[in-house]
């Protein structure tokens, strides 16, 4: 697996485009399988995981009509179409790289009146279980049940899943991918469906978007409670995937870490505000030209000279998001006392703590907490991380380390950042990709 060797201590300067988000590019792709006509998505980020993701389609009978050029962008459209809907085993050789295959569960159960798909296990940052997701398909009216370590699942006798009230909240909130199945499910469903305690997140929101194109109706997405009232059949659409919000966060923990200055372009900045929040109080400021699109801003990211410390706790949407508490741990690793980091939503989620440990960060860890006691500097080491979000705050400390860093299998930082290096690379840092046989 390729590594990074990335030689710090230089600040960023410059401007950078925020890529179709990861997360809600998933289940809009999954979508697809809920309609015989055309789905058309623009600025699909060109990632492992949607590549995973758009394996998998094909193997279920939907297929892409369009080649993308590399590089994504919202020129590229990506088209899928089913063409064969008798197969609908997603199987455990795709669902074991790709969690997300969950998502094709709720269209495929709706659309096809059945589903198989492999039981995800565990993963690096925790047990992530999908009971949430199937109790919520089953007050629908599925039969679920676990064979072989597949998840089963039909429509009731008649064929139609039956629209219900459905309390989606669990012992960490609501579910985001669990509210994305029973939200698309329910739209071919008879009656109305009602998700109480449904998850906020914005790319809940764009899903929501995309459906309605579809033809479905749904009320109160990006609230708690949303109502479907399911329809006939849905019909081919075309949607722009909203950007993505923890790359843009990212970026800012960059500019901040490096002490840069940094123009974020296509930003969206109402999806962040808990972060921005956050940096605000650290002493890093972010720039919005007034009457800019609050989901396609430009942003200006400058950082005071001393970074102050800041307590930060994960949280459901519209909270801090657990998807930038890795790199915002990298970054008040440099403040100038001690921050506090609790992680609420995925309480396993540290596997950065012990690499950040390596490249000179003071943390101490007790269970879900973390207390980031700054130093004046990190310094360069190799270190590695099995996880996404985990692998961008060791590049962010490797941006600001002195010496040379090494992420090794930045196999992890690929599945969610596109061509991170060549684009960081314009704004003036140093990271050379060596792939896996040199
Ligand atoms: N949970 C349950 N039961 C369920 C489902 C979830 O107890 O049936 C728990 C989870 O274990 C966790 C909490 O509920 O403690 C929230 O999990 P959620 O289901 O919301 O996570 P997810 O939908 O599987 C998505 C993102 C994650 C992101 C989380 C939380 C995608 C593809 N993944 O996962 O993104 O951390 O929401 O916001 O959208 C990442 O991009 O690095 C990433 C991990």
């Given at each position: 697996m390729d590594s990074f060797v990335i030689h710090g201590g230089r600040r960023l300067e410059g401007s950078i485009r925020v890529s179709g988000s990861k997360n809600a590019s998933l289940p809009l792709l999954a979508a697809a399988l809920l309609t015989d006509e055309p789905v058309t998505?623009?600025?699909?980020?060109d990632l492992a995981d949607i590549r995973n993701m758009l394996g998998l389609l094909a193997e279920l009978g939907c297929g892409r009509q369009s080649e993308p050029a590399p590089g994504g962008g919202v020129e590229n459209p990506l088209t899928l179409r089913v063409t064969d809907p008798a197969k609908s085993h997603a199987r455990y050789e795709i669902v074991r790289t790709m969690r997300a295959s969950i998502c094709t569960l709720g269209p495929m159960l709706a659309k096809r009146g059945q589903a198989q798909i492999s039981m995800p296990g565990g993963c690096a940052i925790g047990d992530r279980p999908v009971d949430l997701h199937l109790r919520g398909l089953e007050a629908l009216g599925a039969e679920v049940t676990l064979r072989g370590g597949d998840i089963l699942a039909k429509t009731p006798p008649g064929g139609r899943l039956r629209g219900d009230t459905i309390f989606l909240g669990g012992p960490f909130g609501s579910t985001v991918l669990g509210t994305a199945n029973v939200m698309s499910a329910a739209t071919l469903a008879e009656g109305t469906t009602i998700i109480e305690s449904a998850a906020c997140e914005p790319e809940v929101v764009d899903l929501a978007n995309l459906l309605t194109k579809m033809g479905a109706r749904i009320f109160g997405a990006g609230s708690p409670r949303i109502t479907i009232e399911g329809v006939e059949r849905l019909g081919g659409a075309d949607h722009a995937v909203i950007p993505d919000?923890?790359?843009?966060?990212?970026?800012?923990?960059?500019?901040?870490?490096?002490?840069?200055?940094?123009?974020?372009?296509?930003?969206?900045?109402?999806t962040l505000l808990a972060a921005v929040d956050r940096l605000a109080h650290a002493g890093v400021h972010v720039q919005t030209a007034p009457g800019?699109?609050?989901?396609?801003?430009?942003?200006?990211?400058?950082?005071?000279?001393?970074?102050?410390?800041?307590?930060?706790?994960?949280?459901?949407?519209?909270?801090?998001?657990?998807?930038?508490?890795?790199?915002?741990?990298?970054?008040?690793?440099l403040a100038d006392?001690?921050?506090?980091?609790?992680?609420?939503?995925?309480?396993?989620?540290?596997?950065?703590v012990a690499e950040l440990g390596r490249m000179g960060a003071h943390l101490f860890r007790a269970g879900p907490t973390v207390v980031v006691s700054g130093v004046k500097r990190l310094t360069g080491a190799p270190v590695m991380a099995s996880d996404l979000r985990a692998s961008a705050s060791l590049v962010l400390a490797g941006l600001a380390a002195e010496g040379t860093t090494i992420v090794n299998r930045v196999y992890h930082l690929d599945r969610g950042y596109e061509r991170l290096e060549q684009r960081l690379a314009p704004l003036g840092a140093r990271i050379e990709r060596v792939p896996e046989s040199a």
């Amino acid at each position: 697996m390729d590594s990074f060797v990335i030689h710090g201590g230089r600040r960023l300067e410059g401007s950078i485009r925020v890529s179709g988000s990861k997360n809600a590019s998933l289940p809009l792709l999954a979508a697809a399988l809920l309609t015989d006509e055309p789905v058309t998505l623009r600025d699909v980020p060109d990632l492992a995981d949607i590549r995973n993701m758009l394996g998998l389609l094909a193997e279920l009978g939907c297929g892409r009509q369009s080649e993308p050029a590399p590089g994504g962008g919202v020129e590229n459209p990506l088209t899928l179409r089913v063409t064969d809907p008798a197969k609908s085993h997603a199987r455990y050789e795709i669902v074991r790289t790709m969690r997300a295959s969950i998502c094709t569960l709720g269209p495929m159960l709706a659309k096809r009146g059945q589903a198989q798909i492999s039981m995800p296990g565990g993963c690096a940052i925790g047990d992530r279980p999908v009971d949430l997701h199937l109790r919520g398909l089953e007050a629908l009216g599925a039969e679920v049940t676990l064979r072989g370590g597949d998840i089963l699942a039909k429509t009731p006798p008649g064929g139609r899943l039956r629209g219900d009230t459905i309390f989606l909240g669990g012992p960490f909130g609501s579910t985001v991918l669990g509210t994305a199945n029973v939200m698309s499910a329910a739209t071919l469903a008879e009656g109305t469906t009602i998700i109480e305690s449904a998850a906020c997140e914005p790319e809940v929101v764009d899903l929501a978007n995309l459906l309605t194109k579809m033809g479905a109706r749904i009320f109160g997405a990006g609230s708690p409670r949303i109502t479907i009232e399911g329809v006939e059949r849905l019909g081919g659409a075309d949607h722009a995937v909203i950007p993505d919000r923890i790359e843009a966060g990212t970026f800012m923990c960059a500019a901040a870490i490096t002490n840069g200055s940094v123009t974020i372009e296509n930003c969206p900045i109402d999806t962040l505000l808990a972060a921005v929040d956050r940096l605000a109080h650290a002493g890093v400021h972010v720039q919005t030209a007034p009457g800019a699109d609050p989901l396609h801003a430009t942003c200006r990211v400058t950082v005071d000279r001393v970074l102050r410390p800041i307590e930060i706790t994960t949280q459901p949407h519209p909270g801090f998001p657990t998807d930038l508490q890795a790199q915002f741990m990298a970054l008040l690793a440099l403040a100038d006392g001690n921050s506090v980091i609790t992680e609420r939503i995925f309480p396993e989620r540290f596997l950065h703590v012990a690499e950040l440990g390596r490249m000179g960060a003071h943390l101490f860890r007790a269970g879900p907490t973390v207390v980031v006691s700054g130093v004046k500097r990190l310094t360069g080491a190799p270190v590695m991380a099995s996880d996404l979000r985990a692998s961008a705050s060791l590049v962010l400390a490797g941006l600001a380390a002195e010496g040379t860093t090494i992420v090794n299998r930045v196999y992890h930082l690929d599945r969610g950042y596109e061509r991170l290096e060549q684009r960081l690379a314009p704004l003036g840092a140093r990271i050379e990709r060596v792939p896996e046989s040199a």
